[in-house]
């Protein structure tokens, strides 16, 4: 039940500051992102029911699914080059299309 609420905190902090007009406000929403989508998939491997990844420790059948854990590793380094290529943007951009020209 934890888990859930925290996923769903991150989730909606994530939609309020991509909704929001700053750059970096943008950025830091798609980080949150990044986060709850992270624990989703690794919710959903079930880890917490099994037991270790590992054969030697285990039978095959009570052994967890490695592939949720391998997609989360993916996902940080795809979310950790996007967040980088973003912020390069948002520091060398003169023209902020998301603020208000006052």
Do not use: K
Not at 17 to 46: E, K, P
Not at 65 to 76: M, N, W
């Amino acid at each position: 039940m934890t888990l859930a609420i925290t996923i769903g905190a991150l989730i909606a902090g994530a939609v309020f500051l991509m909704l929001q007009r700053g750059m970096v406000r943008i950025v830091l929403g798609f980080v949150l992102l990044g986060h709850g989508v992270n624990l989703l998939l690794m919710s959903a491997g079930g880890t917490f029911r099994r037991d270790q990844p590992l054969l030697s420790f285990g039978s095959a059948e009570a052994a967890a699914d490695p592939l949720p854990q391998a997609f989360v590793l993916t996902a940080i380094v795809i979310a950790f080059s996007i967040t980088i290529y973003m912020l390069t943007l948002a520091a060398t951009g003169t023209d902020d299309d998301t603020e208000d020209a006052s």
